[in-house]
């Protein structure tokens, strides 16, 4: 159900090989304040990036505000605290909390639990590191209602938590997996107005960021007449953080 088997490798990288890749891309992109290195894994996996790569990815972004990196649960640790120790930037470290629903988040095998979650963004707080969560909107076996009271639930639990923002995202076919669960009646891909919703919900309680993922966001509209002005609706309230008037449409009667 997520987008790791995109753009990733089989094999695991030699030591030298990312801090040329950020290097290359560094020179290639515009000057901005904040950086995510997203690396379709777990940055803190030593098996993606080693460890004896930390000191020299840490002088390539000296110069941004803000380091986001991504890792599953039980990757965090001291290697976090290692490298955030070399770092000059501020460090946030992303992490997929999925679903709270604890029989589906079992189910989709991410071999974690949300004690895990729960533990990691406790430790990272206790040593000053900021932490997002990733949150799922309409993983299988759930339905649209479902998908929309469990992805708001994921967001209240993960502010208890302690992370500093979340981030919904619309679950997509196309690996393959999610198509077979497809064709099976276990799965399909949420609407665009149920963003809508859990992202209003996410705004409205306040105790944080709250941004929708937009990636391919035009894929989940079944209507060709508001789906420009939903896209747009979402882009103010992922840079607002404030509610947005709805779209009225036909497609709501
Ligand atoms: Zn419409």
């Known amino acids: 159900m997520c987008d790791l088997w995109k753009n990733t490798t089989n094999e695991s990288v030699a030591s030298g090989d990312i801090p040329a890749q ?13 950086l995510k290195l997203y690396n379709s894994g777990s940055f803190f996996d ?3 990036i080693p460890e004896k790569d930390y000191e020299r990815i840490a002088s390539l972004v000296k110069g941004f505000e803000t380091l986001l990196v991504e890792s599953h649960p039980k990757l965090i640790g001291e290697k976090c605290l290692t490298f955030k120790n070399m770092l000059k930037p501020e460090l946030q470290i992303a992490i997929g909390l999925e679903t709270v629903h604890p029989e589906i988040l079992a189910l989709i095998n991410k071999k974690m639990t949300i004690e895990d979650f729960r533990e990691s963004v406790s430790f990272l707080n206790n040593h000053g590191i900021l932490s997002r969560a990733f ?4 993983p299988p076996f759930m339905t649209e209602s479902e998908g929309v009271y469990w992805a708001q639930m994921s967001i209240e639990s ?4 302690g992370v500093e923002c979340c981030t919904i995202i619309p679950v997509r076919s196309g690996n393959g997996a999610m198509d077979i669960l497809q ?4 799965f399909s891909p949420p609407d665009i107005r149920s963003l809508e ?5 996410g705004i409205k309680i306040n105790a944080g960021r709250v941004f929708a993922d937009l990636w391919d966001i035009e894929k989940f509209s079944r209507c060709s007449k508001c789906t420009d002005q939903r896209v747009a609706r979402l882009v103010a309230m992922n840079l607002g953080q404030e509610i947005v008037p709805p779209v009225r449409c036909i497609c709501d009667s």
């Open 22 to 34: 950020i290097e290359w891309a560094l020179n290639h992109l515009p000057h901005v304040k904040h």
């Open 46 to 48: 030593e098996r993606a």
């Open 135 to 138: 949150v799922l909107l309409k």
């Open 158 to 161: 993960a502010f208890n938590s």
């Open 183 to 186: 064709d099976q009646g276990h």
């Open 197 to 201: 919703t859990v992202t209003e919900y």
